[in-house]
T-cell receptor, first 110, second 112 residues
Framework: GEDVEQSLFLSVREGDSSVINCTYT??????LYWYKQEPGAGLQLLTY?????DMKQDQRLTVLLNKKDKHLSLRIADTQTGDSAIYFC??????????FGSGTRLLVRP | DAGVIQSPRHEVTEMGQEVTLRCKPI?????LFWYRQTMMRGLELLIY????????DSGMPEDRFSAKMPNASFSTLKIQPSEPRDSAVYFC??????????FGPGTRLTVL
C-alpha cells in the first residue's frame, strides 16, 4: 500500500542548512508536499512539487525530487530558531487524499 | 478571513460521555477533512466531504464515530460513547483545490 517515511529527528545549528528527507512508495503520486506544524497548531503548507518536476525553489526552501528513487527532500537555507517545528512530507495521486509521513522534528540550536 | 475555526480547542471528558467537535471551514472551500493525530499513529484521515456530501469515511475507526456537514460552513465530528483511546488532537481541514489543505488549530481531546 501507500507509505511515506521520514526520519524522526534532526538537530542543526542556527545559520546552517537543514535537509529533511522523505521516501514514498506510490509511483503514481501526482503531488508531493511539505507541511510544517508548530507546537499547538495545525499543519501549514510550506511548498509542493508536481511529480514531473525535479526541483523547486522558494526563498530559503529548496525541494528536490528523485522520482526514480521515490525520494523527496526539503532543504532550508540559513536555518533560524523559528524554523524549529515538525515537518511532514505528504503525497497524493487522487484529487483529495493525502498520505502523510510521521513527521521530522527539527530542532535549531542557537 | 479568520481561517479554519475549530471548537472547542481543548476538551476533557470522562469515558462514556458524548463528545462533539465543531469546524467552520474557510468560505468557498468545498472539500472538508477530519484528521486525528496521535503519537502512535501519526496523522490519520477520518472522513472527507465534498460539497457537504461524505465521500470517503473509510478512516472512521468504528461506529462510535460519526460526522455530519449540514451546510458548507459547518461540520461536526461526534464520538459516542467516548473511550480513553480516543484521546488525540483532531484537526479539520478544508480545500478548494488539491494543491493545499488549510488546517484548523485542532481540538485536543482527553478522555479520562
Amino acid at each position: 500500500g501507500e507509505d511515506v517515511e521520514q526520519s524522526l529527528f534532526l538537530s542543526v545549528r542556527e545559520g546552517d542548512s537543514s535537509v529533511i528527507n522523505c521516501t514514498y512508495t506510490d509511483s503514481s503520486s501526482t503531488y508531493l508536499y511539505w507541511y510544517k506544524q508548530e507546537p499547538g497548531a495545525g499543519l501549514q503548507l510550506l511548498t509542493y512539487i508536481f511529480s514531473n518536476m525535479d526541483m523547486k525553489q522558494d526563498q530559503r526552501l529548496t525541494v528536490l525530487l528523485n522520482k526514480k528513487d521515490k525520494h523527496l527532500s526539503l532543504r532550508i537555507a540559513d536555518t533560524q530558531t523559528g524554523d524549529s517545528a515538525i515537518y511532514f512530507c505528504a503525497e497524493s495521486h487522487s484529487s483529495y487524499k493525502l498520505i502523510f509521513g510521521s513527521g521530522t522534528r527539527l530542532l535549531v540550536r542557537p | 478571513d479568520a481561517g479554519v475555526i475549530q471548537s472547542p480547542r481543548h476538551e476533557v471528558t470522562e469515558m462514556g460521555q458524548e463528545v462533539t467537535l465543531r469546524c467552520k471551514p474557510i468560505s468557498g472551500h468545498n472539500s472538508l477533512f477530519w484528521y486525528r493525530q496521535t503519537m502512535m499513529r501519526g496523522l490519520e484521515l477520518l472522513i472527507y466531504f465534498n460539497n457537504n456530501v461524505p465521500i470517503d469515511d473509510s478512516g472512521m475507526p468504528e461506529d462510535r464515530f460519526s460526522a455530519k456537514m449540514p451546510n458548507a460552513s459547518f461540520s461536526t465530528l461526534k464520538i459516542q460513547p467516548s473511550e480513553p483511546r480516543d484521546s488525540a488532537v483532531y484537526f479539520c481541514a478544508g480545500t478548494a483545490s488539491h494543491n493545499e489543505q488549510f488546517f484548523g488549530p485542532g481540538t485536543r481531546l482527553t478522555v479520562l
